[in-house]
């Protein structure tokens, strides 16, 4: 994730908080179970040989 998209989220979470705090946990979780998802969807990464191998 990049800065710009933590930082936004970090907003999100805290104007939440200040309405009803159980309701930013939740919504916490739920982002984090989405970024988690967003990184395994990823293709694993392919490492080459180096020169002479």
């Known amino acids: 994730m990049t800065a710009l998209e933590v930082l936004s989220l970090l907003a999100v979470v805290y104007g939440v908080s200040l309405v009803y705090v159980p ?5 916490a979780g739920l982002m ?3 970024a988690v ?3 395994l969807a990823k293709p694993p ?3 080459r ?3 002479g191998q």
């Open 37 to 39: 998802e967003k990184m």
């Open 49 to 51: 040989k180096g020169a």
């Open 23 to 27: 309701a930013a946990f939740i919504l």
């Open 45 to 47: 990464s392919v490492q």
């Open 32 to 34: 984090g179970v989405v």
